[in-house]
């Protein structure tokens, strides 16, 4: 096998003896796209797992009086089964921020979703227990009481359900069963009492489930430059990011799907609940080979294996055709709500965008030439580079206020960064007709 990247020839030596590589997460190198799910053998990053993360003020439930908070919507947010009360918050927020869910006390749920990183591991792809390396970037938990459906390709239909998944996951916090994790925590007196508290019964998994999705349902993130514009402050944001809201309505196309309108004519959250191919690495991955895999490896409707599938295989990159195998839904992802995307780089499901710049550049030059199941809505977009400034300019203008100091400092940088190093951009195309997409096969 050829490696192209001695970054990638270090991973697969830590993989062990097993013929099957799961990825070295290179854009660009197809060198590692093997087939099969390796059971035995697991990537090990070379930037390991550091400690959990403090469960500090950024952590806290947040308010309900924040500026653009949906009401409806967030009502609508909230189940029957599981209603909110400040105990259970309580309780899912310790439960979130505790190694001892995990396998060997190394990894909570914070880990990989920071608070002080808006609640992502600013990773390209995550890293769980042992330093393991998984194929999925991590998303926001802010907002997510929002998401219509969890994970990048929704194979979770809930927060409850969503819960349960990286517990067990070999790569993530590697309990062998939800029990175990319940296990774990039944042993702690204190925790012993709280479950009591709260649910009125022993410590178990369908409660450990609710308590941590309470917690998440207590992150809403509003109050953001363009929500104050929004409500009628038109100094709130600055005449670049007013252009680049103008262009994600008409020329940016974005509209088309990171808007989600509740009872107002402006988006409460930036994403259409959808799923989309938007030629993110599709034509470097055997998508068609792999997708057979898929139907004969993972059953339908079992979401344990589809979750591992999606994690530590290279099947992951099928997206929703995984969850749905419809072929129209061929590595398909769900548009992430963008709220904060000023400080959660890198981007896109596998976090191949290292700045709005390259996320940018991939939607001017409409990505996906040879990629036959690309979403109508993407085509080249004939953006100048200040048209691009703008939209990101308008993207920062969606950061909540706890993050502005960080915010100010990742555009800085990732404007500097853009300034030498562009690997997305391609203005011939961006600038080009619409390439005449090809049938499946
Ligand atoms: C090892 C890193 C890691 C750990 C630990 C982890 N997550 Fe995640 N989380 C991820 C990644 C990666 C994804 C995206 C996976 C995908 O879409 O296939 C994700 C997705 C999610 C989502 C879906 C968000 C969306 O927009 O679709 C939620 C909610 C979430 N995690 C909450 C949790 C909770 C709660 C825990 C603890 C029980 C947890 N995570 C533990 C890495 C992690
Ligand atoms: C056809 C639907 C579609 C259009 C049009 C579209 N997006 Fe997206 N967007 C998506 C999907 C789907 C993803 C996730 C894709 C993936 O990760 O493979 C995404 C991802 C992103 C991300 C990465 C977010 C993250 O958390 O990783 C940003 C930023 C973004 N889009 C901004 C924009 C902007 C700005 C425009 C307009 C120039 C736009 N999008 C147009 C569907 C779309």
Request: a neutral charge; glycine letters at 6%; charged letters at 20%.
């Amino acid at each position: 096998m050829q490696l192209a990247r001695q970054a990638c020839a270090t991973l697969v030596v830590a993989a062990g003896s097993s013929a099957i590589i799961l990825a070295c997460g290179q854009r660009g190198d197809e060198s590692h796209v093997k087939s099969g799910v390796a059971a035995d053998s697991f990537q090990v990053s070379p930037q390991p797992l550091g400690p959990i993360p403090p469960d500090d003020s950024l952590a806290r439930p947040k308010s309900l009086h924040q500026i653009g908070v949906p009401i409806a919507l967030t009502s609508a947010a909230m189940p029957r089964d599981n209603p909110q009360t400040p105990e259970k918050i309580a309780l899912g927020e310790t439960l979130f921020f505790d190694g001892r869910l995990s396998a060997n006390g190394t990894v909570a749920c914070a880990s990989c979703h920071d608070p002080r990183l808006a609640f992502t591991d600013g990773r390209p792809t995550s890293v769980g227990i042992g330093s393991r390396v998984g194929q999925r970037n991590s998303p926001t938990v802010l907002n997510a009481l929002y998401n219509k459906f969890q994970f990048w390709d929704g194979r979770a239909p809930t927060l409850e359900a969503q819960a349960a998944l990286p517990i067990v996951n070999p790569v993530e916090m590697g309990q062998p069963t939800l029990d175990s994790a319940v296990a774990h925590v039944a042993a702690v007196p204190e925790y012993r009492e709280r479950f009591r508290r709260v649910f009125g019964r022993p410590a178990n998994g369908v409660d450990l489930v609710r308590a941590i999705a309470s917690y998440e349902r207590s992150q809403l993130s509003f109050d953001s430059p363009l929500d104050h514009f929004f409500a009628g402050d038109s100094n709130a944001i600055d005449a670049s990011a007013k252009r680049g809201w103008k262009l994600f309505n008409t020329q940016g196309r974005c509209n088309k799907c990171h808007a989600f309108f509740d009872t107002t004519s402006r988006p409460s959250t930036f994403t259409d609940d959808t799923f989309h191919n938007i030629g993110v690495l599709i034509v470097r991955h055997r998508v068609v080979e792999l997708a057979r895999q898929a139907e004969q490896l993972v059953k339908r409707g079992d979401t344990v294996a589809i979750d591992q599938a999606a994690i530590l295989s290279p099947m992951s990159v099928l997206g929703r055709f995984l969850v749905t195998r419809k072929e129209s839904d061929m590595a398909s992802f769900k548009s992430p709500d963008l709220r904060n995307v000023m400080v959660t780089a890198p981007y896109f499901h596998d976090g191949s965008a290292a700045t709005l710049w390259d996320v940018m550049d991939h939607y001017n030059k409409g990505d996906g030439v040879h990629n036959p199941w690309l979403d109508v809505d993407i085509q080249p977009l004939a953006l100048h580079e200040r048209d691009i400034d703008d939209l990101v300019n308008l993207m920062a203008a969606l950061t909540n206020p706890s993050y502005r100091d960080l915010a100010a400092r990742e555009l800085a940088r990732q404007r500097q960064l853009s300034r030498t190093s562009r690997p997305q951009r391609d203005s011939a195309r961006a600038f080009g007709p619409k390439p005449v997409q090809p049938k499946p096969p």
